[in-house]
């Protein structure tokens, strides 16, 4: 079973940055994509930044042009660059990966990391 784990999350003033990384436990055979969703609190969970193993990345307008995704495939990790942080980005991060499957694809989950912006 393979665990993805996340690290960076905090407190950060609104205008600063912050990068998470997630790390898999082992190689995802047969994945499509990488990426990071957020839930603030009473809300659902949102796709923010999603990126492919050839570099192809989308991000949600929320957080376009202020975050960065990116990948390395040897070492099965991925981060997410997170700057000109503002209140309404405060939720708990999650990392994901897409493994193709030929009965539906499978999505795994990290456990997520808290991202508070506040002064």
């Known amino acids: 079973q393979v665990q993805l784990v996340e690290s960076g999350g905090g407190l950060v003033q609104p205008g600063g940055s912050l990068r998470l990384s997630c790390a898999a436990s082992?190689?995802?055979?047969?994945?499509?994509?990488m990426g990071w969703h957020r839930q603030a609190p009473g809300k659902e969970r949102e796709s923010i930044a999603n990126?492919?193993?050839?570099?192809?990345?989308k991000y949600a307008d929320s957080v376009k042009g202020r975050f960065t995704i990116s990948r390395d495939n040897a070492k099965n990790t991925w981060s997410l660059q997170m700057n000109s942080l503002k209140p309404e980005d405060t939720a708990v991060y999650y990392c994901?990966?897409?493994?193709?499957?030929?009965?539906?694809?499978?999505?795994?989950w990290g456990q997520g990391t808290q991202v508070t912006v506040s002064s």
């Open positions: 994901n990966a897409v493994q193709f499957g030929t009965t539906g694809n499978y999505n795994y």
């Open positions: 082992r190689t995802i055979f047969g994945i499509l994509t």
């Open positions: 990126i492919t193993t050839i570099g192809s990345t």
